[in-house]
């Protein structure tokens, strides 16, 4: 079991900007740590992730305005979002893989709103 905790979401206005951070506690991330988001009425998709190695992958929405980091002396993970669009409005969801593949463990969420 690893529990992921989010925290940092909040309401901001468009253009804003909000850091999500996931804390794993003293449990440890094998393979990708991620984020994904889920508006209200839709499926979970894909925001970013970051290997152990420092390596990202960001979705075609948030490129150029999200930043995904990694501490894994601390365990933690943080995404920075700026000019923030009322599109980016979801829950948003840390993700840990210990496996090669999609996340195997997930957090509680923490909501973003943006309001335009």
């Known amino acids: 079991e690893v529990p992921l905790v989010e925290s940092g979401g909040g309401s901001v206005q468009s253009g804003g900007s909000l850091r999500l951070s996931c804390s794993l506690g003293h449990a440890y991330c094998s393979y990708d740590m991620s984020w994904y988001r889920q508006a209200q009425g839709t499926g979970r998709e894909f925001v970013s992730a970051?290997?152990?190695?420092?390596?990202?992958t960001y979705a075609d929405s948030v490129k150029g305005r999200f930043t995904i980091s990694r501490d894994n002396t601390k365990n933690t993970m943080d995404l920075q979002m700026n000019r923030l669009k009322p599109e980016d409005t979801a829950m948003y969801y840390c993700?840990?893989?210990?496996?090669?593949?999609?996340?195997?463990?997930w957090g509680q969420g923490t909501q973003v709103t943006v309001s335009s």
């Open positions: 993700g840990c893989a210990v496996l090669p593949g999609l996340p195997n463990y």
């Open positions: 970051i290997d152990n190695d420092g390596n990202t």
